[in-house]
């Protein structure tokens, strides 16, 4: 093989630092396939807009046939972003016999099984390790690293905006619009970031490890989302007082063959390993039932680090060219998915209320929680400003989510209890 031909489907960050790592480390490239690496031709907008990389405007092309139809291109690699119309590029791609890389978690999380049961059928490889968490190679982490061990738990912080956010909410006591304006300025942040403050853009990704870590077939309407935007500095300051530092939590738990899948604000104790993952940075925290604990910890965006795990699936493509595997590293799920129910799912809860300050409110309060089979771990009752009126905040133990959510909806019909302020999951001790 005299060289590889790659086309390249966008040219914007990532897109950008995807050439400029085939440039820059075309040495070790050579080392590990034996032949040089050269884009071909690179989908574009705008041919003469001003770019950060140096590049020959002769390879750039505003029509994507003439890399999905070209012979010559043996890999598509996918940077555009956009699900329905990429999807179809790469559906295009896969039936003219090429590979696929993408760094689309979006098109993967919808669209996944069924585009890596096609690229089996045309013995094309798709991967996308550069879809969850940038630069951390934690999907090769799962599929090959802990390919014979058993997952039972995967948590992590897999969003470095929201992560960023409340990293600056609570080291510098500043509300959730004033840190997203500045996430924005420094461009951590999209200029529309619903999806990332929403806890959408984590769904997404922990559909993805959820699927590959439990080998079934995780569905993006099957993780419960609950994003930041709720989030309030009074809330990380409980949360101090408490012991617990606010984390945006991607959380997969299987018990047997039932799984939970979630992406919501978590309480972690101080001393949890994710507690001290700050501004963008990512990690993810996985258990197995042999090799215990592990945690894979790095930079979860930016064009470098998540071109280098892009430009490292594409040697994975190229050394199943070379070896003629193509197509056979796809494993399909081994489990039917069984989602739990409301009362399997057990956890600790953070809540926030607003009472008048009167005699048997507590108690009134204290029998909704025994009466629907929860208790609590700790209390803190403050007086309010106004006259006769208190703020209550408390954490259980351990109860179901179906137990919290019967709590919940009786405080708020509950006398003395004006409403219901917050209410956070919590990780992070035995009880």
Known sequence: MESISVGLLGLGTVGSGVVKVIESHQDKLMHQIGCPVKIKKALVKEINKVRDVDIDTSILTLDPEEILLDPEIDIVVEVMGNIEETKEHLI??????????????????????????????????????????????????????LASDRITKMMGIVNGTTNFILTKMTKEGRSFDDVLSEAQALGFAEADPAADVGGLDSARKMAILS???????????????????????????????????????GYAHREGNRVEVSVEPTLLEESHPLSSVNDEYNAVYVYGEAVGETMFYGPGAGSLPTATAVVSDLVGVMKNMRLGVNGKSAVSPQFM????????????????????????VLSSITSVFSKNGASFEKVLQNPLGEEKRAE????????????????????????????????????????
């Not at 919290?404 to 917050?422: I, P």
């Open 211 to 249: 699927t590959l870590g439990f080998s079934m077939n995780i569905d993006l309407d099957d993780v419960k989302v609950k994003g930041i935007t709720e989030v309030t500095e009074e809330d990380l300051q409980y949360a101090k007082q408490f012991g617990y530092i606010m984390k945006l939590i």
């Open 392 to 431: 209550i905040v408390l954490v259980t133990h351990k109860t179901s989510l179906e137990g919290f959510e019967r709590v919940l909806e009786e405080l708020r019909d509950l006398k003395g209890v004006q409403f219901v302020k917050s209410t956070y999951r919590v990780e992070g001790g035995d009880a």
């Open 337 to 360: 998915k069984q989602l739990k129910e409301d009362d399997e799912i057990y956890s600790k809860h953070f809540l926030r209320l607003h009472v008048e300050d009167e005699v048997g």
């Open 92 to 145: 295009k791609a896969i039936t003219h016999k090429k590979h696929i890389v993408t760094a689309n978690k979006d098109l993967m999380a919808v669209y996944g099984p069924e585009l890596l049961t096609l690229a089996s059928e045309h013995q094309c490889d798709l991967f996308y390790e550069a879809s969850v968490a940038g630069g951390i190679p934690i999907l090769r982490g799962l599929v090959d690293g």
